[in-house]
């Protein structure tokens, strides 16, 4: 059974820094496709970033485009999210997501079977 750990949320001033860890574990993790979900207040769930279980290209949303970067350590079943230059528009639960190779759709958080418990990010203005 995958289970998904993420960490590093917290409170930062707008422009500011956090970088978030999924630990990973119950598989092999490098089979697994793995993504970046938030999801604001009131508002629906929706992609943040992405990493292919074979490597390759990463995948960003537009609104975070230039200012997030994902990427994993296989040897350390972890993927992080390190976000720069945040905005208070990035206030949201982050959740890490997991499927097993390759995702039908790399952006559609219903192509994910599995979830962490989510993390809080709120970002001050």
């Known amino acids: 059974q995958v289970h998904l750990i993420e960490s590093g949320g917290g409170l930062v001033q707008a422009g500011g820094s956090l970088r978030l860890s999924c630990v990973f574990s119950g598989a092999t993790f490098s089979e697994y496709t793995m993504a970046w979900f938030r999801q604001a207040s009131g508002k629906e769930r929706e992609f943040v970033a992405g990493?292919?279980?074979?490597?390759?290209?990463?995948d960003y949303a537009d609104a975070v485009k230039g200012r997030f970067t994902t990427s994993r350590d296989n040897a350390k079943a972890t993927v992080y999210l390190q976000m720069n230059s945040l905005k208070a528009e990035d206030t949201a639960v982050y959740y890490c997501?997991?499927?097993?190779?390759?995702?039908?759709?790399?952006?559609?958080?219903?192509?994910?079977?599995?979830w962490g418990q989510g993390t809080q990010v709120t970002v001050s203005s």
């Open positions: 997501a997991a499927d097993y190779r390759g995702v039908s759709t790399f952006r559609r958080w219903s192509a994910y079977r599995w």
């Open positions: 990493v292919p279980w074979r490597g390759g290209n990463t």
